[in-house]
Nanobody, 123 residues
Framework: QVQLVESGGGSVQSGGSLRLSCAAS????????VGWFRQAPGKERETISC??????????HYADSVKGRFTVSRDSAKNTVYLTMMNLKREATGVYYC??????????????WGQGTQVTISS
């Protein structure tokens, strides 16, 4: 059974940092692209980033709104993908999800999803 578990969310002040984790069981994350998504209150889920499978080119990609401040990385030994978020702004508030799929895809194409972790940014 495939399971993705996000952790690391919490409440921080504007300008602060957080690192989210996406730990997998039942699949090897290196074989998959892993996307990160944010759902703000009352809004649709949006794509934040995607890191390609290590067997493609392993490259990472970001939405323009987070480019330069967010970084996605892998720890193969822990079967975990991280999203490091720096200089957080209030609009970053929302539930963050990770998902896995063979390729970086539109959010509706991802088969495996975590349960989400709440991030709240205060001024």
């Amino acid at each position: 059974q495939v399971q993705l578990v996000e952790s690391g969310g919490g409440s921080v002040q504007s300008g602060g940092s957080l690192r989210l984790s996406c730990a997998a069981s039942g699949i090897t994350l290196d074989d998959y692209a892993v996307g990160w998504f944010r759902q703000a209150p009352g809004k649709e889920r949006e794509t934040i980033s995607c890191i390609r499978s290590v067997y493609r080119d392993g490259s990472d990609h970001y939405a323009d709104s987070v480019k330069g401040r967010f970084t996605v990385s892998r720890d193969s030994a822990k079967n975990t993908v991280y999203l490091t978020m720096m200089n957080l702004k209030r609009e970053a508030t929302g539930v963050y999800y990770c998902a896995a799929e063979p390729f970086c895809s539109h959010r509706w194409e991802y088969n495996y999803w975590g349960q989400g972790t709440q991030v709240t940014i205060s001024s």
